[in-house]
């Protein structure tokens, strides 16, 4: 896995002749590359492949390799691939998913859980676990039935069909799929947008959006009001408003 650093972090898996498959070290590593992140530093983060692959999901060669008891598999997807998950979810910048290509298993997984996902046309999408006699994981189960609906979830869960990029967006799985030529340029100007609000108040948004998943109405309003308080306190607002005041651009 390589990583470009600066405000905005590029990770990218770089095992083409695998189709970037993800080992455990992978996942921790991709783990590690996410909660290290700071909204003091960075704007957002980007996750592409190398090669022709976003990411092949879980590296069949190392599963057939694995000599280990329950208890031990155990351990090893809750701090790997669910580790990823919830450093998705919780990383104070946004989170854009460039699927350059195929995205499978975990691959399509961590698209879902992006904040932001763009996709080349030519990039198909499956939920191949059942393939390999396996469930979803790096968050498939959890979030995919709140994006998707149970009913699809179900689908691709237990048939392992591949979709493609235009289905994909319209399963709001990615947020557009473009031409291969132009994903690049897409991902840019989102970033350029980006870059220009208040990377703070983004990650407060974040954390109260997530936080409310499956919750009653009472505790996600106490919860949106926790976070607007604290936006309340931010220098961002307070630019915000002053901007405003001003009829001039805020510079956050």
């Keep these: 896995m390589r990583i470009d650093d600066g405000s905005i972090r590029r990770i990218t898996f770089d ?8 080992t455990a070290a992978v996942a921790r590593d991709l783990a590690d590359a ?11 983060v980007v996750i592409t492949g190398d090669g022709d692959a976003f990411s092949a999901g879980g590296d069949i060669e190392a599963m057939a390799e694995r000599d280990e008891s329950a208890s031990e598999a155990y351990e090893r997807v809750r701090t790997t691939l669910g580790r990823v998950a919830e450093a998705v979810l919780t990383a104070p910048v946004p989170v854009v998913a460039k699927v350059n290509g195929d995205a499978v298993g975990a691959g399509m ?5 992006a904040d932001f996902a763009y996709a080349a ?3 198909r999408f499956g939920a191949s676990f059942i393939n390999v006699g396996l469930v979803p994981d790096l968050g498939g189960t959890a979030i995919l039935p ?3 609906g149970l009913r699809k979830t179900k689908e691709l869960a237990f048939t392992g069909k591949l979709i493609s990029a235009t289905e994909a967006a319209d399963l709001e799985i990615v947020n557009e799929a473009v031409p291969d030529d132009q994903l690049d340029d897409r991902v840019d100007e989102l970033l350029e947008t980006l ?3 208040p990377t703070e108040s983004i990650g407060l948004a ?8 499956g919750v009653s109405l009472q505790e996600g309003l106490e919860r949106e009001a926790h976070f607007q308080t604290l936006a309340y306190d931010t220098d961002a607002h307070a630019e915000g408003v002053d901007a405003f005041l001003n009829d001039r651009t805020p510079e956050f």
């Design 121 to 123: 046309e030519s990039a």
């Design 206 to 213: 974040k954390r109260a959006i997530h936080g409310n998943l």
């Design 146 to 148: 709140r994006l998707i």
């Design 34 to 44: 996410l909660t290290e992140l700071d909204s003091s530093d960075h704007d957002a």
């Design 195 to 197: 870059a220009d609000q």
């Design 15 to 22: 095992r083409p002749d695998v189709y970037n498959a993800m």
């Design 109 to 113: 997984a961590l698209a879902a859980a």
